[in-house]
């Protein structure tokens, strides 16, 4: 008998946010301070069913190099070699075959790493070549996919994981069939002088869930069972608004600058000048291309997924863009193991690793999260090996020794939480300033402040002096 279970090895996508000043400094030119990494995470099993275990796993970080905090080119960005491998002692307890299906995601880039222009297709399309998976030490094809994540979100096992799938399903909300109504209005007779931000609204009571797509969209409310959808409007305007699966033609009414409110109308008319009809399939793939390396499958769900993320009270989906943004995509490497009864593999797979920087410190601080809970899934876990091959110092790293080659650490067992070390070019780090945000205030304007209260006072004082003078020749 043969068995075919889906199991998941998950890696990459948890962004964190953290703001940080440093020592009291003072710049010729303002910049940032902090740039955002993508945390790495372990395997993971999806469901109850696959007796497949992992006896050891080995992770090996290569970091010879710090990634600068800043790409102008794609090709300088992809120069970058810092690697994380991930090596899977697999064994199948069973006694039946078991065919092992694998998801590996590697494509989340870090803030330093968007170029917002048309190389940021060459980053995605080069990634998966400079990287790849192994079984017993010999390559394995493996297939390229693509989900939706919401940008600077952190990955999760419940929500990324069911986004790989196959068949045009939109996660079943917006299906292939559902009519998509198009309306282009022209708007008109709106006072632009007295409200330059003036907008239009229109509202919806859904029966079920739809979607409103406009890009002049400005936002959604919902009051007394109906959602009022809003957009910028001025005189002369022509924008486009997608009804899916809602079929009444919009009736817009104007509003005054920040208001979209009864007792803020303004006036103002909309023309119609065209109304077309088309499937949600049509309209989801329309921005779709086969040069860029996603399949049909991957956009349509993507596409469906971020209009599913946006939804309000789980029932009207606002969005104001008509594609998927490159740093929305989240690319996978898919392939399949096929162990026989008591078999055991050894799979590696490899990816690139990008760390959270903080120039707050000084010398900067490099932190790399590699999330190690969703290997909890698998129906057991061995030891862990966790080596790291670096000419750089780990900066608060308890429990690693160093090695001729860098730092490692062993654990009996899966640890509780995540793996999380920086780096740093000296084994003296300073810290940023206790003041924190006031600390980066007083860094950035701090002097120029204290300079401009000198000069005020030097001229006061001076002023009164003269006065003072004057005064006493009168007498």
């Excluded at 209005?185 to 406009?214: Q, R």
Aim: proline share 5%.
């Amino acid at each position: 008998m043969k068995a075919r279970l889906l199991c998941l090895a998950a890696a990459a996508a948890c962004l964190s946010v953290a703001v940080c000043a440093g020592p009291v400094t003072v710049s010729a030119n303002s910049a940032q301070t902090h740039w955002q990494g993508v945390d790495v995470s372990g395997a993971v099993v999806q469901g109850g069913d696959c007796p497949v275990e992992v006896g050891h796993e080995t992770l090996t970080f290569n970091l010879g190099e710090f990634p600068s905090n800043y790409y102008e080119r794609a090709e300088d960005f992809l120069a970058y070699g810092g690697s994380v491998s991930a090596e899977y002692t697999f064994y199948n307890p069973a006694d039946y075959a078991v065919s092992v299906a694998l998801a590996f995601p590697f494509g989340l880039l870090p803030s330093y790493g968007y170029m917002y222009s048309e190389e940021e297709e060459l980053l995605y399309s080069q990634l998966p070549s400079r990287f790849g998976v192994t079984v017993n030490g010999e390559a394995v094809s493996c297939a390229v996919r693509h989900t939706y994540h919401p940008e600077y979100s952190q990955f999760s096992v419940e929500s990324d994981i069911p986004r790989l799938r196959d068949g045009l399903d939109g996660d079943g909300l917006f299906l292939p069939g559902t009519e998509v109504k198009l309306y282009t209005f022209e708007a008109y007779g709106v006072d632009d002088k007295t409200y330059p931000s003036a907008c239009a609204a229109f509202d919806i009571s859904p029966e079920g869930p739809c979607g409103v797509v406009c890009g002049d969209v400005r936002g959604a409310s919902f009051e007394d069972g109906k959602y009022r959808i809003s957009m910028f409007a001025d005189s002369g305007d022509t924008f486009e608004v997608y009804m899916i699966g809602a079929h009444a033609r919009p009736q817009l009414t104007f509003y005054r600058d920040g208001g979209c409110g009864n007792g803020t109308e303004i006036e103002g008319s909309a023309r119609l000048l065209s109304e077309t009809s088309l499937s949600f399939e049509e309209f989801a793939l329309a921005q779709w291309s086969e040069d860029s390396g996603i399949s049909r499958t991957d956009y349509y769900n993507a596409y469906a997924d971020k209009l599913a993320s946006s939804l309000v009270n789980d029932e009207v989906a606002v969005c104001s863009e008509r594609a998927l943004r490159p740093g929305e995509l989240m690319r996978w490497y898919e392939y399949e193991l096929d162990f026989a009864p008591g078999e055991t593999l050894v799979n590696r797979v490899e990816a690139p690793i990008y760390p959270e920087i903080d120039m707050g410190y000084k010398p900067a601080l490099h932190t790399y999260t590699y999330l190690l809970s969703p290997a909890s899934t698998w129906k057991s876990f061995g030891s862990l090996d966790v080596i790291i091959n670096t000419p750089f110092y780990v900066i608060g790293g308890e429990g690693f020794t160093e090695t001729e080659n860098g730092y490692a650490k062993s654990f009996d067992g899966l640890p509780e939480g995540e793996l999380v070390f920086s780096l740093a070019s000296s084994p003296e780090v300073e810290g940023p300033s206790p003041f924190g945000g006031l600390g980066y205030f007083l860094a950035m304007f701090g002097v120029p402040i204290l300079i401009a209260l000198f000069v005020i006072t030097g001229v006061v004082i001076v002023a009164a002096l003269l006065l003072y003078r004057s005064e006493n020749r009168k007498k």
